[in-house]
C-alpha cells in the first residue's frame, strides 16, 4: 500500500483541488491498482477542512499541536500502522500531477525530493514570476526540500525516526537524517506539484516565507539562487 500524508491548518478553502488531485494521481494505470491511502492531518482546525477531506474519502486524524513536523509525523505514523510501504507528502493548498506517484515510484530510490511549480503569482506580481525563474533551480539534480513534494519508503523512514516535531524546516530535518544515514536520495523534477504563492502562508518559514523574502531580494539587480529553499 501507498499512503499520501497531508497536514492541514484551517485550509477548507484550498483542500478541495489538493484531494481532487490525490485522488487522480492514486488511480493512475501504472500503479497496478495498489491502494493508496489519503491520511489528512486536521492540526487545530475549527473551519470545515475535515468534511472536504472526508468527502474526498480521505482518512482523517486530528491533532491540537499547531505544528507541521508533529503533523506530518502523526500522519506517517498512522499510514505505517496500516501497513503502507512507501510515504507520499504534500500540502494542503499544492496541487499533483496524475503521474506524481508513479514518477516518485519509478526512481527506484529511498526517498524523492521533488520541485514545485506556482499556480498563480497574483499576489506578488511579473517581476515576482521572473525573479523566481531565474533563481529557482526546477530541474534533475536541483538542491531543494519541499515538504509539498517529498516521499519516502516506510523502511527508510522508521530507519532514521521520522519527522521531528519542528514547527518549520522538518523536512529539511528529515531529509539531513536520511542523508547521514547513507540513503539513496533522488533529487528530481519528474515527480510534478503546483503550489500556492498566497502571502497568507501557514509556516512561520516555509515556501511562503521564502516567497516573502524573494520578493525583497527581487528589488536588486543580483538575484541569489535558491539552492535548498524548503516548504
Known sequence: MIAV????????????????SLKAASQHWRLNQEPVMLVVVLDA???????????????????????VGVARAVGAQLALDAGARWLSFTDADSVVAPDWLVAQLALGCDAV??????????AYGD?????????YCDADGHSHVHGANLGI?????????GFSPLCCHEDVALVEALR????????SAAPRVVTSARKAFRAPAGFGATLARLD??????????LDGVAA
Do not use: F
Open 113 to 122: 525530493c521533488g520541485t514545485v511549480a506556482v499556480n498563480d503569482w497574483g
Open 45 to 67: 482546525c475549527n473551519d470545515a477542512s475535515e468534511l472536504v477531506a472526508r468527502a474526498a474519502g480521505a482518512t482523517c486524524v486530528q491533532v491540537d499541536a499547531r505544528n
Open 180 to 187: 547521514r544515514d547513507g540513503a539513496r536520495i533522488a533529487w
Open 5 to 20: 500524508v497531508v497536514p492541514a491548518h484551517n485550509e477548507q478553502a484550498h483542500l478541495g483541488a489538493c484531494m481532487a
Open 153 to 161: 519508503s516506510a523502511q527508510a523512514y522508521m530507519r532514521v525516526g
Open 216 to 225: 525583497k531580494q527581487s528589488q536588486h539587480t543580483d538575484p541569489q539562487p
Open 127 to 135: 517581476h515576482m514570476q521572473r525573479h523566481y525563474a531565474a533563481t
